[in-house]
Each structure stands twice: as C-alpha cells, then as structure tokens.
C-alpha cells in the first residue's frame, strides 16, 4: 500500500495546497481523532513543497547575482552600503555613546545621529515614513522617552525579541508602531542575529518557503522571535550561497519576494 510520503512526492502543487488545507481544517476542530496525523500530514507536504520551490528561490538570486553574495555586484548594490550603516550605528549608538549623552541630556546630537543612521539606507522610506519618524523623534514633548527607550532597544536586558516588544510600547505612545521602525536599529545593531522587517517581504517570503508563520501587522515580541527563527531556517537553507549574516538573508528576501522598495506597507 502506497504511503502518504509515497503520494505526496506525486501530487500537483495545487493538490498539495488543498490537501494541507483540508488537514489545517481537522486540527481546528476539537478533539478530532485524525488530528495528529493531519499534523504529519502538513509537515510532509511542508518539506516536500520547500524542496520544490527553494532551489527555485535560489535560481532566481543566483541569476541577479552569479557570484552569489561575495560578488562585486551584490556587494555595490546591496551590501556595502548596509555595512556602513552598521559600523555607524555600532559606533555612534554604542552603549558608551549613549549613556554619555543621555547623561548630558543633548537630544540634538541623538537626533543628529539617528537622522544621519536613518538616511543612510533605503530601507525605511524616504518619501512618507523618513519624515514622519524624524518629525516625531525631533519633538520635544518625545525625545526623552524615545532616545532612553532606544537605549535600552539596543543595550538593555532580554531577547532582542523582548526588547523589541518594551520598544513598541514606545513606538505606540508617538503614533509610530510600524516594523520598519521596529526593527530598523535592531538590524543594524546586531546584524548577525536581527532581521529588518519589510512587512510585503516578509509575508511572500515566508509564504514562498511554506514556513508556516501568520503574520500581524502589530509589531510584538512574540512575532518577531518567530520572524528571526524563520530567518535563521532561511539562512540554513540557502546555506549553498555562504550567508555571512542577515543582511545577505535579507537581501536574499528581497529578490525571492520582491515588493518595491519604497513601500510604505505595514
């Protein structure tokens, strides 16, 4: 008799689709009998649609960039830049710098240094979410709260995910409660660990891979750990292509699911 591994390596993708859909509809009812099968059920279609559609994935970078990640190429258009952005970030924003001028009260050289941190990159949009960041943070009535939070973002106790989540209770009270803003110094602070989140990107992406995550437009501690585990299973499984960091993962995000990238999405 013919396995559920031995059917699902000869089923369509769309045969796959209803087939997982079906079994997502078992597990949801209560106490239902099959339900622990319809869950192997789902982790065998997962793996086998990721074995389908990654080497696609990485087809689609590799024809961008033939020299992968260390190529002249990806290194002028998508890295080089991120990298200095870091070394400045590292630099300006250390926990020593800071805790200088936070003591010296000087919001205006903070903001001298986020602003010239935000405008260093193309990820956070320059034509709507630059202005509106920068108008908030500038604002007397914020900037103690805002610059000690980002301290403590980027330096305090916890998880980078726990961190995230005492930062967007911040981001909240100035009416700036979006991932781009999130998770933007995270990033760049700690690259080796930290994803930006593109919101578009995230989803296709995460959708593409048949990883399974649901998505909220609420930036949270709990999601975004769930968002750095992902990138961390992505990492591994574009591990032919030598990822230094996640700003390769996130480059490799970029063009596995592109979403124009001056989006203003949340």
């Not at 997502?24 to 099959?34: E, F, M, V, Y």
């Not at 003591?103 to 193309?122: G, I, P």
């Not at 949009?125 to 973002?153: M, R, V, W």
């Not at 930290?194 to 995460?206: A, L, N, T």
Request: aromatic content about 12%.
């Amino acid at each position: 008799m013919e396995s559920i591994e031995e059917r699902i390596l000869k089923m369509s993708n769309d045969d796959l689709g209803v087939m997982r859909e079906n079994c997502r509809n078992i597990i949801n009812r209560t106490n239902h009998p099959q339900a622990n099968e319809a869950r192997r059920r789902i982790d065998a279609i997962n793996a086998e649609l990721v074995k389908r559609q990654m080497p696609g994935m990485i087809e689609r970078f590799t024809i961008q960039f033939p020299e992968g990640f260390y190529g002249a190429r990806h290194l002028e258009e998508e890295r080089n830049y991120k990298v200095a952005a870091c070394d400045y970030c590292q630099e300006t924003l250390s926990e020593l710098e800071m805790k200088r001028i936070l003591a010296a009260n000087d919001w205006s050289e903070l903001f001298h240094r986020v602003k010239k941190l935000v405008s260093m990159t193309n990820l956070i949009q320059g034509g709507f979410e630059k202005p509106k960041f920068l108008d908030a943070i500038k604002d007397a009535n914020h900037a103690s709260t805002f610059y000690y939070a980002l301290y403590a973002h980027l330096h305090g106790k916890g998880t980078p995910a726990e961190r995230l989540g005492c930062f967007a209770k911040v981001l909240e009270q100035m009416n700036l409660l979006k991932w781009t803003y999130a998770t933007y110094f995270l990033f760049l602070n700690e690259p080796d660990i930290c994803m930006f989140v593109k919101p578009e990107g995230i989803k296709k992406s995460v959708q593409l891979a048949c990883y399974s995550l649901v998505y909220d437009s609420t930036p949270s501690a709990i999601l975004y750990d769930e968002i750095l585990q992902f990138s961390e299973w992505l990492k591994n499984q574009i591990r032919q292509l030598e990822p230094r960091d996640m700003i390769d993962v996130q480059s490799f995000i970029w063009y596995m699911a592109p979403t124009g990238k001056y989006s203003n999405d949340r």
